[in-house]
């Protein structure tokens, strides 16, 4: 899989090349490329932007400059993801979505946006998602491009060391809807507090079954909205006592 990313701050993606995604990089398994907006600019000041229609404050990028930055750079075939807080929410959902795509390219914006007429017309071209990573401004799309490209790559084929990781993490397919229950290590005993001892009876089912309620008490403290969501068929006697 390749993404690409056009942003007017490419060391900013450097990050893409570090840890999980380093590795997996250099095994082959996917291709990491950054581009400078800039190169696409059409005057010796390299302008992106430019006062918005109707008024208001800040700068909006210009549609020129990324209609050629997209000719360049997200070819047919390619589905373009656009991080803005006024997208939909970027959810394990869509991370597992966009995982099947063959090539990602990220257009991050800066300031108040890009001219809504760039999304307008690559629509009718390629697949374009317009994503928010959570009800929160940030400065620009790049540090949402590196939490997107981090989820989605995860979930390639051949990235995780162990890809049961995908499956029992909050969000992934363990106990769908829920929040992952808590990890402990050694030693059994830390600072005075000792390891739930159900993680050491060797007793899978009990082990199991432990799993699931602190999932369960874990997501009706932090995600009350998660519990209220939950399929009750997906519940069972004991689940309810919980
Ligand atoms: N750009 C600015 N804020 C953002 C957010 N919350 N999600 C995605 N892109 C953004």
Known sequence: M?????????????PLRQSLLGRAIED????VEVHDLREQAFDRHRTVDDSPYGGG???VMKPDVWGRALDAWAPPGSTLVVPTPAGRPFTQDVAAELAGAEHLVFACGRYEG?????????STRLPVHELSIGDYVL??????VLVMVEAVARLLPGVLGNPMSAVTDSFGTGSPG???YPSYTRPAEYRGLPVPPVLLSGNHAAVDRWRRDE???RTAR???????????SSLDERDRAV
């Not at 082959?28 to 291709?31: A, K, N, P, Q, V």
């Not at 400065?139 to 949402?144: F, I, M, P, V, Y």
């Not at 932090?222 to 009750?232: K, S, T, V």
């Open 2 to 14: 390749k993404f690409s990313v056009v942003t007017i701050f490419p060391e900013y993606l450097e």
């Open 28 to 31: 082959g398994l996917l291709s």
């Open 57 to 59: 404050a800040g700068m």
């Open 114 to 122: 890009i001219d809504q007429r760039v999304v307008q017309e690559a």
């Open 139 to 144: 400065a620009g799309g790049e540090a949402a």
């Open 178 to 180: 829920l929040l992952e």
């Open 215 to 217: 999932s369960l008490r």
């Open 222 to 232: 932090h995600r009350p909205d998660l519990i209220a969501a939950l399929d009750p």
